[in-house]
């Protein structure tokens, strides 16, 4: 099992109703999305990290290790918005540094620097959101609210399959890995390069097995994976704090423009 996993089912707020997180993270999600504020997506971020953190009891290390995967992606994201490059015989605009090179010009501009600055804030807030989803709720509980949101079953069918799929292909990644070592597939540069090869080729078609196994396996069910869903109880008080939380949001962003 996913160490992300694990938390999912074994977290302080996994007895919560699972409707009442994803409306708590969607909403505040949308509402970082449209409102494209930066001390919303702050505030949004920093809730969210209090509720993992403090609420869902997850080890601060662990949630710091799980921001750095997206914060790689964002910071090299934004050095490509931050750095332009025009010829230096065109007009620079607005900028706060810059050098040139020969006959090309390198700079950061003003926009791009407050384009930069807002994006960074906008992805902060999201993935806390959605690190908040994945950490407190079960796909399993996620799967079946969006079934009651009558999304189409293809769909939720997808998010099951691709979601199991993880698990089959760490799984048989690891022992072909595994025997491949007992057999001192990984000695030289060579050898390394033929097992990676051996090994991606295997999963593959082991993949493409199991799929076809499972595909016929959902088939003789009637087309639909049929799972065991946990009775939650709705709470009116967690309902009212994502209402004042949201609606405040809501209010802020309105009194700041």
């Known amino acids: 099992m996913l160490l992300i996993d694990k938390y999912a089912y074994m977290n302080k707020l996994a007895s919560v109703h699972p409707l009442e997180k994803m409306t708590f993270s969607l909403g505040l999600l949308l509402l970082s999305l449209i409102m494209r504020d930066e001390l919303i997506s702050l505030i949004t971020f920093i809730v969210m990290s209090?509720?993992?953190?403090?609420?869902a009891r997850i080890p601060f290390t662990y949630y710091a290790k799980l921001l750095l995967l997206p914060?790689?992606?964002?910071?090299?994201?934004?050095?490509?918005?931050?750095?332009s490059i025009a010829p230096s015989a065109s007009v620079i605009p607005s900028h706060i540094w810059a050098l040139q090179l020969k006959t090309w010009t390198i700079f950061i501009g003003t926009a791009s620097l407050m384009t930069a600055q807002e994006l960074f804030f906008i992805v902060l807030g999201s993935i806390s959101c959605l690190y908040f989803l994945?950490?407190?709720?079960?796909v399993q509980s996620i799967c079946h609210i969006l079934r009651q949101w009558r999304l189409p079953v293809l769909f939720v069918e997808l998010v099951e399959l691709t979601y199991r799929f993880i698990f089959i292909f760490l799984d048989s990644m690891q022992k072909i890995h595994l025997a491949q070592q007992a057999r001192l597939g990984f000695r030289s540069p060579m050898q390394w390069l033929r097992s990676i090869s051996m090994l991606i080729a295997a999963l593959f078609a082991e993949m493409f097995q199991r799929s076809r196994e499972l595909n016929n396996a959902m088939q003789a069910r009637g087309g639909e994976t049929v799972y065991w869903q946990e009775n939650f109880i709705s709470s009116r008080k967690n309902w009212l704090g994502i209402a004042v939380i949201i609606i405040f949001l809501i209010i802020y962003g309105g009194l700041c423009r």
């Open 50 to 55: 209090a509720f993992i953190i403090l609420g």
């Open 71 to 83: 914060g790689f992606f964002l910071l090299t994201s934004l050095v490509s918005i931050i750095l």
């Open 134 to 138: 994945i950490l407190t709720t079960s």
